[in-house]
């Protein structure tokens, strides 16, 4: 059984930084790419960015040059660094595989950007 827990969220001011966390435990070793995806109010769940078990990485357009994602397969960690953030980045963010292939999303951990 996986599980899957976020961390790092919180609140910040517009062009500000936050590092989240995913902790991973189970078979997490099996996952080939794991994703950060963000929900934000009345929107559907959106995928961020993605990166392999090799470390390939993928960006969505709106966040692509601000935020850097990251893994450690020793760890069973992935990383979200998130840089000049915007009020539109407000969301719970969550990790999973991409695809979740029925892995449980965890409870995520809101990041609120505001002035």
Do not use: H
């Amino acid at each position: 059984q996986v599980q899957l827990v976020e961390s790092g969220g919180g609140l910040v001011q517009p062009g500000g930084s936050l590092r989240l966390s995913c902790a991973a435990s189970g078979s997490s070793f099996r996952i080939y790419v794991m994703g950060w995806y963000r929900q934000a109010p009345g929107k559907q769940r959106e995928l961020v960015a993605d990166i392999t078990i090799g470390g390939s990485t993928n960006y969505a357009d709106s966040v692509k040059g601000r935020f850097t994602i990251s893994r450690d397969n020793a760890k069973n960690t992935l990383y979200l660094q998130m840089n000049s953030l915007k009020p539109e980045d407000t969301a719970v963010y969550y990790c999973n595989s991409n695809p979740s292939f029925g892995y449980l999303w965890g409870q995520g951990t809101q990041v609120t950007v505001s002035s």
